[in-house]
């Protein structure tokens, strides 16, 4: 595969022929860069090499950051709704179970033989990689959620979106009350209600963005600012929090669509922008790249310690993880690894001699 690809687009379905719109990349590379964002502040504060309020900041992005990732997953995947269950086993789920799957081995093989560079515990016991396949407690769970979702979005499409869309947002305020549940499946049961709204408003979001206009975006983003305000200090039994909590991931994520959509023709954005189509290496190989530098960095002695270094750390690491991730992946797939992006597909050609096919052979599709 030509050096591009997208956790949320593995295989593309079959759908109607529509431009791509920048402001949709504009909005996908501005996630991948906030989780990486997140990571990395993960990593360096737990170990002392960035200051603190880095959290605060990634507490004021999470309601956002998810919830868009998975409204624009949702909106370039509307061909789930128009293919069979064997097409969309074949084009979707095998795809993005097999990405998975490796990667979950992978990267147990690489934090088990450098556990410096591991800032999550899935290689605390061997059990996880079977464990991953019910719960997928490492950085991979988007993948897994976008197999899910896709199921559900697929065996739902006989159901009225109004319909789905009011049951996905209830069990998105059920969800919290369920304590059993794994953080990574209570993640799931609060953002399939934004998948589903990006799956099925796909076309209203496209037609209605030329029409955005600054004080749409002005009051989008107030709307956003006072409700998290009211969730940090006045949430409480008069103010459900799993509600507010919708309401506030809904109105961000309406600020983010509008943001993007006023910004998408800014040239200082162009490299964000960029990163739209190419989120998939950078979400697989990110936190071994960056996880990997910092670590080195450690064990050579570098000082985390000066103020500069504590209050933009997190921010370098961001930008050299995501070049760092796009480079190694275009030297695998330079190399023949492609595999290690997208799942290997037979490809049957057949060439008639003297009435006989010839054998057919194994071809990554490109």
Known sequence: MPGTADPSRLSPLP???VSRLGWIDLAKGACIVLVVLLHATNFMVTRGMADPWWRQINA???PVRMPLFFLTAGMVATGVL???FTELLRRRLLPLLYVYGLWVVLRFGYFTVFPAASGTAETSTPLNLLIATVVPTSGLWFLYALVVFAAAAWAMRHVPPVWQLLGAGALALATPQLEALDWTWHNMGTLLVFYLAGLHGSAVLRAAAPAVRIHHLGLA???FTILYAVSRHWAGPAIPTAALAVAISAVGVGAALMLATRMEGAR???PIRALGPRTLPIYLLHEIVLGSLLAAAAAAGV?????????SGPVVVTVVACIGSLLLHAVFVRHGAGWLFRLPVLRRAHRVRRGHPTPTRPQTLQ
């Open 268 to 270: 200082w954005l162009a």
């Open 60 to 62: 004021v992005l999470e």
């Open 303 to 311: 000082d985390f310690t000066g103020g500069v270094v504590q209050a």
């Open 221 to 223: 983003a107030a709307g």
């Open 82 to 84: 128009r293919v069979n």
């Open 15 to 17: 759908r109607p022929a």
